[in-house]
C-alpha cells in the first residue's frame, strides 16, 4: 500500500506564450492584450517600441529568428500573434509548429481594397493583401476578431468555414481616465469631441455637414486627428462655413484624454462603408469607460452590443440631420443623457473590460492548449516595456 506521507498532489504547471505584436507596445488591442495574459501565463515578449513600422517588423522578425536558432521560441506551449499580425504571420508559422492564436482584428484586404480604397480588386497588393489574411486564417489554431459580423465576413470571404475564429471585444484601457464633468453651465457652449484617424468608415464629412446645421445653436465641436480625410473634411467646413468646428490636428493621447474628460458628448463614426457596419469602435469603448455620452452610427455590429437610448444614441450611417437632431435631444435632455452615460459605463464594465477581455482570453486560449490547464490569476515576471496607459487611441 503507498505511503500516504510520500504522495504529492499533480499540479498543472502554468504554460507558457509567446506573444507577437507589430503594432507599438502601448496601442490599444496590443496593450490590454498584453496586460491581461500574465494574468493567467508565463509570457515571453517580442515586441519592439520602433516608431516606424517597417523598422517594429524588421526588429521582431530578427529576434524571432534568433530565438528559433537558440531553442527559446520552442519553449512556448503557443504563440499568440497579436496586432498587426497577418505580416508577420508566415515567419511565425515558418518557425513553429506549435499552436499559434492570431489577432485577426480586421481584414488588411478589405481595409485595403474596400474601406480605404487604397489597392484596385485584382492587383498585385490586392492578392497579397488576400493571400496574407486567408494563409493566417488557415493557419491558425485560434483566431480573435472583434465583432460577430467580422467572423461572419472572414469566413465567407476567405473560404474558411472551418476556421475557429471568436469575438474578442476591442475594450478600452480605462485605468486613469477619470470621468466627464458636471452639466454644461447655462450660456457656455455644448461641447461635442472627435478624435479619430480620418479613414473613410468614420464618417468624420458626415460631422461637419452636422455641425454646419448647429451653427446658431450654440453647440462647439472639436475634431482631433489626421489622416485620409481630412482634407476634404476641412474644405467641407469652409464651403459650409460651418465656424463652430475646430480642427485640433494631431495631438498626443494625453491631450485626447483631458479633452475627452472635459466634452459633454462623445462621437462615434458615422461612415457608410462596408466594413463600418462590422466594427465598433475603439473611441466607442473609451467613451463608455469614461461614462461620456456616446452617439454612434447604427449597425448590426453595434447591435451586438449597444442599445439605442439605453447605454448610447444611435444615428443612420451618413445622415448629417439626424445627428444633428440627436445631438440637440442631447443637448435639451442633458439628465437623461447623463443616464445613458452611466449606463454605457457599466455596460463596459459588465461586459468588456479589460478583465472581462481577460477573462475571455483565459479560457479561449485555454481550449488550444493541451493539457488544459486553469490557472489561477498571477503577477508575472516579465518586465513590461513603458506604455500609455488609460489613453483614447486615434
Known amino acids: 500500500m503507498p505511503n500516504p506521507l510520500l504522495q504529492v498532489k499533480a499540479v498543472n504547471p502554468v504554460k507558457q506564450i509567446a506573444f507577437i505584436a507589430t503594432r507599438e507596445p502601448e496601442y490599444s488591442r496590443v496593450s490590454i492584450i498584453r496586460k491581461e495574459l500574465p494574468r493567467y501565463f508565463r509570457v515571453d515578449e517580442f515586441l519592439s517600441s520602433q516608431s516606424r513600422y517597417p523598422l517594429r517588423l524588421i526588429a521582431i522578425a530578427c529576434r524571432l529568428l534568433w530565438a528559433w536558432a537558440t531553442g527559446r521560441l520552442k519553449k512556448n506551449d503557443a504563440v499568440f500573434v497579436g496586432f498587426f499580425a497577418q505580416p508577420i504571420f508566415p515567419l511565425v508559422r515558418l518557425l513553429y509548429r506549435g499552436p499559434i492564436i492570431a489577432d485577426a482584428y480586421f481584414s488588411i484586404y478589405d481595409t485595403m481594397v474596400h474601406d480605404k480604397c487604397k489597392a484596385k480588386e485584382g492587383s498585385l497588393i490586392a492578392r ?42 476591442i475594450s478600452a484601457d480605462n485605468r486613469g481616465l477619470g470621468t466627464r464633468p458636471p452639466a454644461p453651465i447655462a450660456g457656455e457652449p455644448f461641447e461635442v469631441l472627435f478624435w479619430g484617424g480620418f479613414i473613410p468608415l468614420q464618417g468624420a464629412d458626415t460631422i461637419v455637414r452636422a455641425a454646419a446645421q448647429l451653427k446658431a445653436e450654440n453647440v462647439h465641436f472639436t475634431i482631433i486627428g489626421s489622416g485620409q480625410t481630412l482634407a476634404r473634411c476641412l474644405e467641407l467646413r469652409q464651403n459650409l462655413d460651418a465656424d463652430n468646428v475646430n480642427f485640433a490636428g494631431w495631438k498626443r493621447p494625453r491631450y485626447i484624454a483631458e479633452k475627452a474628460r472635459q466634452a459633454h458628448l462623445a462621437l462615434g463614426i458615422f461612415g457608410t462603408t462596408a466594413k463600418a457596419g462590422r466594427v465598433i469602435p475603439n473611441k466607442a469603448y473609451e467613451a463608455m469607460a469614461m461614462g461620456i455620452p456616446l452617439i454612434t452610427r447604427t449597425s448590426a455590429a453595434a447591435d451586438e452590443l449597444l442599445q439605442d437610448g439605453v447605454d448610447c444614441l444611435l444615428v443612420k450611417p451618413g445622415d448629417p440631420e439626424e445627428l444633428a437632431s440627436r445631438i440637440l435631444w442631447a443637448r435639451d435632455h442633458y439628465d437623461e443623457l447623463l443616464e445613458i452615460g452611466q449606463r454605457g459605463q457599466q455596460l463596459f464594465d459588465r461586459s468588456c473590460s479589460p478583465a472581462e477581455v481577460g477573462n475571455i482570453l483565459h479560457h479561449d486560449v485555454n481550449s488550444v492548449l493541451s493539457p488544459r490547464v486553469d490557472p489561477e490569476p498571477q503577477t508575472t515576471t516579465t518586465e513590461p516595456q513603458t506604455t500609455t496607459a488609460g489613453v483614447p487611441s486615434v
Open 128 to 169: 497579397l493583401c488576400f493571400w496574407l489574411d486567408q494563409h493566417m486564417l488557415r493557419h491558425a489554431r485560434l483566431c480573435f476578431t472583434d465583432t460577430n459580423q467580422h467572423v461572419d465576413y472572414l469566413r465567407k470571404t476567405f473560404d474558411t468555414a472551418d476556421a475557429d475564429i471568436r469575438r474578442l471585444w
